[in-house]
């Protein structure tokens, strides 16, 4: 079974692109209609001042969810999604939900910022807070228990994933997660942004900037706009 990260990442590499333009109204944009066309896998590098207007955070939304990209440098771009997530819960009398099974208060343990749930004598779900540990409410990651294996590989500890990648917050109301990852083999030029997909070819997108607004056009002639990220 794939990962819930790496189903996002495919999600993202493959197709967010055109799904997120399928979704958007149409807008007007500074490309010729064969400027995908004219995308090329070797440029120039941005000099300093391009790069400068490409360099921070960039935000769009699909469905309803905030997707970021930060451009770190001419190598260096990360990815953060935050969306909504049902199959691991509190609710307001402190229960436990996880894959459609509640725990009540009682079923659990909660210690100095440390949640352990055990099933059938197994660890289950293990998670330490990063904000206040006498708080159950509020930010966790996920250290340990079967669980664990949706998100990281076990074999290898966490794989290609980090565990301050993904952060849970949890609160009366629901859980939203946040996964974040690195772009793969990324690269800037003065003209395009590209990753390489592991068993694919290269993916090639011009960009322009205009003020706040980035948009992308990728090989298929399907465009994007970000929104600069303001407040870091």
Known sequence: MKTVIAMLMALTLTGVVTACTAKAAAKDNHYKADSAAESKTVSTAPDDDALQAVLGKWEC??????????????????????TEYDDM???????????????????????????????DGKSAVEMEKTDDPDELFGEYRLTGGKFRGRFFNEENNDGDYRIEDVCFTM????????????QPDFELTADTVSIQVPGKERLVSSYE????????????????EFTRKQDG
């Open 61 to 82: 939304e699909f469905d309803g969810d905030p997707w970021i990209f930060e451009y770190v440098s001419a190598t260096e771009a990360h990815m953060q999604l935050t």
């Open 89 to 119: 819960y509190f609710s307001p009398d402190r229960s436990f939900t996880l894959n459609g099974k509640t725990f009540a208060p009682d079923e659990y343990d909660f210690t100095d910022g440390r949640f352990t749930l055990l099933f």
């Open 171 to 182: 609160d009366d109301s629901g859980t939203r997660i946040t996964v974040r990852y690195d």
């Open 209 to 224: 900037i205009d003020g706040d607004t980035m948009t992308i056009t990728n090989s298929a002639g399907s465009q994007i």
